[in-house]
């Protein structure tokens, strides 16, 4: 089963619903060990892609992500806002002009976006970002992907790599962002990062 260019709107409107639900909830993660925006932050760039998802219907898959891309970075605050707007960048490059992709392309715009994420924000696995969600979550796609399982079912698992990654971040000291600076008071905090970057992967999941 390929991945269709609806149901990567669909995903879009998806995350946009799912991240409106838990602003509250990512809000009160930050709080803990950040500046209390992440929630704010990530549905008020979110919300701004809702409107464009109809016009953008007639593009091609890489157009529709990087128009994502560019609304998080011109609307997004914070460290979040270059972050998944990179992620969103990287990934287009991997699918640009295509109406469809396999289960093969969307584990290599998925690793596309995580390589972005790595090199925008200096981070490593273990260091109390949105990378903790997100890479397991990429290594996991391919490696199932690559083995011949459905793209649903490689997604499932993929997802839950993501929500393992995510509360792994508790006991973590942050190496990154503005939790680094409480040092050893960050540990004992799940990551908001990790858990935004969560929820839009059940989502990409759901909308398939």
Known sequence: MNVTKQQILNWLQA??????????????????????DHGINLERGFQKIVPQLSKLATKDIGTILKTVSMTLISSIGG???????TFFLRASTKVMGKEELTPTELADLLQAGVAGV???????LGDKTMLDALSPAATVLTEL???G?????A?????EA???GMKQTIPLVAKKGRASYLGERSAGHQDP????SFLILRALLESL
């Not at 399982?149 to 079912?153: F, M, P, Q, W």
């Not at 990062?193 to 935004?196: C, D």
């Open 193 to 196: 990062g990790a858990t935004s």
């Open 145 to 147: 992907v690559a083995e």
């Open 155 to 159: 997604l499932k698992q993929a997802v």
């Open 79 to 85: 460290a979040s806002g270059p972050l998944y707007g």
């Open 118 to 124: 790595i090199q925008r924000g200096k981070a490593n």
């Open 162 to 164: 993501a929500e393992t």
């Open 149 to 153: 399982n459905t793209i649903v079912d």
């Open 15 to 36: 995350v946009a619903k799912t991240i409106a639900e838990n602003k509250d909830y990512l809000t009160e993660l930050d709080a803990a060990i950040g500046d209390a």
